[in-house]
């Protein structure tokens, strides 16, 4: 299954209507189900949620075999934890798609990760998907926690504070 | 209740900043630690420790961000933490204002790492209510915004 995500703090019709577009014509209608969010756009030949609890997203998470999504980081982290490839199209400021222009730079730090393919428009998007489902794999998922130095030198400053 | 000072509150908006949150959570043993974010299901990611929601304004909406304000010395009240820390965004800004002013609460800044060319607005403004800002790009860390390293 294909999990197609905008996350909930802005819509994202260009991403919804062009995934919408792509299943229609790769005959993948069945195989797909978008979180559209406050999008207007309403999928016609995708299953589609506005939002997914708790449980629901974590089993659809789960479940897919790809995800794409906006370039945020909510969407990104969690792939990586599932080994799930990802397809991200950013969101663009002159768009109106979010408040900065932040997720063009968050695209260019992560292409070429593996894993991560970046769609950097609409018609880049079947070939990026093409790519990320033939992505091999790899052998474990990401750490659940930031690295052990980073979060002991946080441990270290608050317990200074709350002895002090 | 623990003692004060062992108590904190951290805080996020939803999605991203959220995720954030919860790969630092190592960092919080040995403290009592109060969880706020915009969904109420993602108390499910905490189920051992307290919980609030908080709506997600951004700062240019102006009665939305009223009713933030509102939910957030509410929390403080009921929490009274020590330390508040916080991976952003418009939210955390907010409950890290009101508890260093009128809690006198210690504050950490933790600047989301999808800022990877420049502090977010709420970042810069949190210059005067953050004991300690971080940002997750060692080449955005300067004299005020430190870099201790990235949840990724």
Not at chain 1, 24 to 30: I, K, L, T, W
Not at chain 2, 52 to 68: H, N, P
């Amino acid at each position: 299954m294909i999990f197609v995500t905008v996350g909930s703090a802005f819509p994202f019709d260009r991403l919804i209507q062009s995934m919408d577009n792509w299943a229609h014509e790769a005959g993948r209608g069945d195989d797909c189900l978008a979180q559209i969010g406050r999008g207007r756009y309403k999928p016609a030949h995708m299953k589609w949620h506005e939002t997914l609890g708790h449980t629901h997203l974590s089993d659809t998470m789960q479940k897919a075999k790809l995800v794409v999504a906006h370039a945020g980081m909510g969407s990104v982290i969690t792939a990586m934890q599932h080994v799930t490839p990802i397809v991200l199209m950013p969101r663009r400021f002159e768009a109106g798609e979010h408040t900065t222009d932040h997720q063009m730079a968050t695209a260019r730090w992560l292409e070429g990760k593996p894993g991560v393919f970046i769609a950097w428009d609409e018609n880049d998007l079947a070939a990026q998907i093409k790519a990320a489902e033939g992505w091999a794999g790899s052998d474990a998922g990401l750490d659940p926690f930031a690295s052990k130095d980073f979060t002991d030198r946080l441990n270290a400053q608050l317990t200074h504070w709350s002895e002090g | 209740m623990t003692k004060r000072s062992k108590r904190i509150l951290a805080v996020a908006s939803g999605g991203g900043h959220w995720v954030q949150l919860l790969r630092l959570r190592p960092a919080f043993e040995g403290f009592e630690v109060t969880y706020v974010s915009r969904d109420p299901s993602s108390s499910q990611d905490v189920p051992d420790a307290r919980y609030f929601t908080i709506g997600d304004a951004s700062r240019s909406q102006k009665l939305a961000f009223l009713v933030v304000i509102l939910q957030a010395f509410w929390i403080l009240l009921r929490t009274r933490p020590a330390i508040i820390i916080t991976t952003g965004a418009a939210p955390g800004l907010v409950t890290l204002a009101l508890g260093k002013t009128l809690f006198g609460a210690k504050t950490i800044w933790i600047d989301s790492i999808a800022n990877v060319e420049k502090l977010s607005g709420s970042g810069g403004l949190a210059a005067k209510f953050a004991d300690l800002r971080l940002t997750q790009w060692p080449d955005l860390a300067d004299d005020s915004v430190e870099h201790w390293g990235a949840v990724l």
